[in-house]
């Protein structure tokens, strides 16, 4: 490794809540190489956010303490530095400076008030000490370094009228403004379509070699670590189970969970019955993953079709024909004519009882339009709806109450989707109350305790709040409620997509396992292919509300017909590195 530019030495951070101090990072060591990119990777929870914002001297003063431990910086240009002694104005001139930060959720991060470009040149004016005219022309110069579209529109936008790929340019944009040593990004990517994550991944990697910075890249999901870092740490609740180069450390990991969290990702390459999950290697420290062969049981061309041909025997369950959602752009001034903007434009499909169709394409390309519009929560503007021979579209607002029961959607952040003020058990009872399904509050309460127990969640749950679960248990208790009334038909819209890899798998396997026990039938949506894949029978490509490409899952991912899929299929992140798991 070259001379390390930032080395962390045994650093530990507490913080306070109702109980006293807990440990939220432990003794953890390691260097950042000259001009190296490192990976650190783990789960929520794992201590790799709380590490990178000890190193920018970001962590609240109050409810937070550094334990013990040294956090060096040694740039070519001077003597090396304790960041921990360091004073709170000398600190500031570092921070942002010569070590910079792109964090993980732009819209948060942006000021929403404020115009992109302002928020730059206020940062070029305070460290560089430039006016406003030259502030200006550096700030446009960084937007077109970051590959923006049309810098000088960008440069007078508010953060809400920009992508979320935009967005996170922007965030860049603004930290490698004044060119600093290292820059740490932390989960730059999450969520983000796997074309625009590609892109972000090629841009850090091309400004990284460009301008000779040192990177420090921080997420949860492997692949994307594969893509962009030289060397790894692996963090678990707070503490550095593995490290080391990243070839060696994916192609032989040595620790129970970093085999987990590398099995637990759905693999390129083949079709898995079930997914490993990070449990299957921690309860069994003892074996490696290859004397774990039932973990890795695949299903065979031969099952696939037997499957198949039995599932598309009978009558569809859902047809859509033509089904077009469209919504009025403001008109021009002195103009009769009025544009619409086509999110869903003539698409036709049918999914069969106990299919699981996958939905994927990119952000806007109008997949979960098109599944709210099945279900009426968007009227559509024309086409036809068929469910079981009834027409969806020509219901009346009593009869389509009533066919809610039969059809449920669950939807992308659970967070948002579950109400605050009432515990998670209120929640799933609801629906049920809703719709009068049992012969009293006694038994409607009985089957919320039965639910909780499907979703792997304990019958103490019921009186928790939102707030007080992760995200995995946040989602689980959106299945739990979708379930409550007992659907036929559920669409999962990006139900799985911000979650930790770990427990994505045990999302994943739980939509599976309640699919067998029940008998329903997904639409599966989702801009990961790899997941898609994982999950689907069959799979519907959109781009731009139209339909591209529709066909069996696995053909169309092994042999796809259209360049637009073919894009979709080489970002997913890791695709090389990876490919063997």
Not at 8 to 27: C, H, K, M, P, Q
Not at 173 to 198: F, G, N, S, W, Y
Not at 314 to 329: A, D, F, M
């Amino acid at each position: 490794m070259n001379k390390p530019i930032l080395s962390i030495e045994g650093l530990s951070v507490s913080f306070l809540d109702e109980t006293g101090w807990y440990r939220a990072v432990n003794d953890v060591s390691f260097s950042l190489g000259q001009g190296q990119s490192l990976g650190i990777v783990g789960e929520s929870g794992s201590g790799k956010s709380v590490t990178s914002l000890s190193i920018m001297r970001l962590l609240p003063g109050m409810g937070s303490r550094t334990d013990s431990g040294n956090i060096i910086f040694s740039p070519d240009s001077g003597e090396s530095i304790n960041i921990r002694n360091m004073g709170e104005s000398e600190m500031r001139k570092l921070r942002g400076g010569r070590i910079a930060m792109v964090f993980q959720e732009p819209m948060t991060s942006l000021n929403p008030v404020m115009k992109c470009g302002r928020q730059i040149t206020e940062s070029i004016s305070l460290h560089l000490g430039f006016n406003r005219k030259k502030a200006k022309e550096l700030t446009i110069s960084l937007f077109a370094e970051v590959q923006l579209p049309d810098p000088e529109r960008i440069y007078n936008a508010y953060p809400h009228q920009l992508s979320g790929g935009q967005k996170q340019r922007v965030m860049i944009a603004m930290a490698i403004a004044c060119r600093p040593d290292v820059l740490i990004a932390d989960e730059p990517t999450t969520a983000l379509d796997v074309t625009v994550q590609k892109a972000i991944l090629a841009l850090l990697r091309s400004l990284r070699e460009k301008h000779g910075m040192s990177l420090i890249f921080i997420s949860h999901d492997l692949g994307v670590i594969a893509e962009i870092a030289d060397y790894v740490v692996v963090m678990k609740q707070g503490v550095v189970v593995e490290q080391g180069e990243v070839r060696e450390l994916f192609s032989n990991p040595r620790h129970p969970y970093t085999q987990g969290l590398l099995a637990c990702r759905p693999p390129l390459g083949k079709r898995l019955k079930r997914l490993p999950i990070v449990t299957d290697f921690t309860d069994r420290q003892d074996k490696s993953i290859n004397k774990i062969p039932n973990l890795f049981e695949e299903v065979s061309k031969n099952e696939r079709k037997a499957g198949h041909s039995e599932l598309y025997s009978g009558s569809p369950l859902l047809t859509v024909e033509n089904l077009s959602v469209h919504y009025p752009l403001p008109k021009p001034l002195f103009s009769r004519h009025r544009d619409y903007y086509k999110a869903v434009d003539q698409i036709s499909f049918n999914v069969f009882k106990g299919e699981t169709l996958g939905l994927v394409g990119e952000s806007g390309c109008g997949k979960t339009t098109l599944g709210r519009a099945i279900l009426r929560l968007v009227e559509p503007t024309s086409g036809e709806i068929d469910y079981n021979g009834i027409n969806l579209r020509k219901l009346s607002k009593e009869d389509l109450r009533n066919m809610r029961k039969r059809m449920q959607i669950i939807f992308q952040d659970p967070y948002s989707s579950l109400n605050p003020r009432i515990t998670a058990g209120q929640a799933i009872l609801e629906p049920m109350r809703a719709h009068g399904m049992h012969k009293g509050e006694y038994e409607r309460k009985e089957r919320v305790y039965e639910l909780l127990g499907r979703v792997n969640l304990n019958p103490d749950h019921f009186n928790r709040y939102p707030h007080q679960f992760s995200g995995g248990q946040r989602q689980r208790i959106c299945i739990a409620r979708a379930l409550a009334i007992e659907p036929e038909f559920i669409i999962c819209d990006e139900s799985v997509s911000a979650l930790d890899v770990s427990v994505q798998a045990q999302v994943l396997n739980l939509l599976n396992d309640l699919k067998k026990t029940y008998g329903f039938t997904y639409i599966f949506i989702s801009h990961d292919l790899s997941v898609v894949r994982f999950m689907s029978d069959r799979m519907l490509v959109m781009k731009k509300g139209k339909l591209v490409e529709f066909g069996e899952a696995d053909s169309i991912y092994e042999n796809p017909s259209e360049e637009y899929t073919r894009d979709l299929i080489s970002a997913i992140p890791g695709t090389g590195l990876m490919s063997g798991h």
